[in-house]
């Protein structure tokens, strides 16, 4: 009985892990809210990421230097 009980409460614990590492590890760059102002050393991109629901347009820029990306969101 012990033994299916401890099965149980390592599913749940595996379970609980993989929710805060899906939590805390998941990818927000993209939605992330940069701002207005364009750094230094960046350069505009021609990519563009179009909202379906609000329309609403996000420009990404490139800094070469150190392959960071900057998201800017277009009127």
Avoid: A, W
């Amino acid at each position: 009985m012990e033994l299916v009980i401890g099965y149980y409460v390592l599913q749940v614990l595996i379970i609980v892990i993989c929710l805060l590492l899906g939590y805390f590890i998941y990818d927000k760059r993209f939605k992330h809210n940069h701002g207005t102002k364009i750094p230094d050393g960046f350069q505009s991109t021609e990519e563009v990421n179009v909202d379906p629901v609000s329309g609403e347009k996000t420009r990404v820029y490139y800094n070469p230097d150190t392959g960071e990306r900057f998201y800017k969101k277009e009127k």
